[in-house]
């Protein structure tokens, strides 16, 4: 039992450590859209508020995929332990 | 009627509606400090369940969220009607000059972004713009922020899903259903999942942006209340107790957490609601549809 408890909980902390690898993507995306954003103001500084717009609208599309990976590691970290805790309880009286 | 000499009754309309804005945010404040939970330590849980009100499928939670979001729309209920109070067309408030403002900013992003045809859609995406944003923003009153809890941020994207298949139905059903097969007919489900991604994108956005802020905020409290007991916790009596790096740290970064990420997705959110809904709707194919219709009805 306490081992089988042992792997449930440290399994949901390693899986929402990795599942936030998936941060890694929307970093890399967003610096390379602020970059090219710099660049384009440098170039025309007239058109600063548009670019700043469209860079705010494109980092936040960018970012989705690092906030998908964001809700499943606190559903993973908030929420799964107490259902297969409970899961685990449950299957064990059904045994024992 | 200027400033100066407004009558008796306008200043007394004007000072309840001032404090009906407060109003509800102080009773939302006053009802989270009886009800909150004592806590030691680290505590993120979600929102809190005041009542639940039985129905026949499923039981009914009435939660924080809930009753925050409702009291944040009363809020801006009464600062729409304190702006709009004695409009006139000879403009002497200084209220209507701000009232004004934001009328024309908004009219004119819708029109840059939806164009003329939409144009209808402004009070739609200002209301959503005004509830996110001020939902964001109750958490600095210590609030629980309505926009960090999927349930709120998920029917405002159902909401927004509604519109945009209504407006993909417009030019028929048929041409809706052919849409799918865009533009090979071998795509198809994976047009047909993407367009339900749309709506989960963007509930997960809001919602992630605007939980992590506050689980951020959480970590980093209980990591410097540590931090201060770890360096002052060897002296003797009260000095152990002062929280030394819990003065203003946290402060900083609430500002990026609670003001400028809060009002950003608000914005976001709005963008996308227009992006989307103008472009699920085709003009040309729905006049052309238009004229068949009338050429039909004619014959």
């Known amino acids: 039992m306490e081992l089988a408890l042992g792997i449930i909980l440290g399994c949901c902390a390693l899986g929402a450590g990795l599942a ?33 717009t469209t860079m705010l609208m494109g980092c936040a599309i960018a970012e989705t995929t690092g906030l998908y990976a964001l809700v499943i590691a606190i559903l993973l970290i908030f929420v799964a332990p107490n259902i297969l805790v409970d899961v685990l309880v449950e299957t064990m009286g059904l045994i024992g | 009627m200027s400033e100066s000499e407004k ?36 505590s993120i849980t979600g929102a809190q369940i005041y009542f639940t009100i039985p129905m026949p499928i499923q039981d009914f939670p009435v939660t924080e969220s809930q009753i925050t979001s409702l009291l944040v729309i009363i809020t801006i209920l009464f600062v729409c009607l304190y702006l709009t109070h004695g409009l006139n ?21 819708v ?8 144009m209808g859609f402004a009070p739609f995406i200002v209301a959503i713009l005004a509830l996110s944003a001020f939902s964001s923003l109750s958490s600095l009153l210590g609030l629980y922020p309505p926009t960090s809890d999927i349930n709120v941020v998920g029917g405002w994207a159902v909401l927004v899903f509604i ?11 048929l041409a809706y259903l052919k849409g799918f097969t865009e533009p090979v007919a071998l795509l198809a489900p994976i047009n047909f999942v993407s367009e339900f991604a749309t709506p989960v994108s963007m509930a997960f956005r809001h919602y992630g942006n605007v939980l992590s802020g506050t689980v951020i905020s ?18 003797p009596g009260f000095l152990a107790d002062i929280p030394l790096f819990q003065f203003g740290i946290p402060a900083v970064l609430s500002i990026y957490f609670d003001v400028f990420s809060g009002c950003l997705q608000a914005f976001i959110f709005a963008m996308l609601t227009m992006v989307y809904v103008s ?19 004619k014959k």
């Open chain 2, 279 to 297: 472009g699920a709707f085709d003009i040309t194919a729905y006049m052309q549809r238009k004229e068949r219709k009338a050429a039909k009805s």
């Open chain 2, 111 to 118: 029109k840059d972004n939806m164009g003329e045809y939409f």
């Open chain 1, 20 to 52: 936030m690898i998936a941060g890694i993507g929307p970093g890399i995306g967003e610096g390379n859209a602020v970059a090219k954003a710099c660049e384009a103001i440098g170039r025309q500084p007239e058109c600063k508020g548009d670019v700043t």
């Open chain 2, 163 to 173: 519109i945009i298949t209504y407006f993909k139905m417009k030019c028929g059903p």
């Open chain 2, 218 to 235: 959480v970590l980093l409290g209980s990591a410097l209340a540590g931090l201060s007991s770890m360096l002052l916790g060897a002296l």
């Open chain 2, 7 to 42: 009558s008796l009754k306008f200043k007394i309309v004007d000072i309840i509606y001032i404090l009906m804005m407060i109003l509800p945010l102080v009773a939302g404040v006053i009802l989270k400090l009886l009800t909150k939970p004592a806590t030691e330590g680290v």
């Open chain 2, 89 to 109: 067309e000879r403009i002497n408030l200084k209220r209507q000059h701000f009232a004004e403002m934001i009328v024309e900013k908004v009219d004119k992003l």
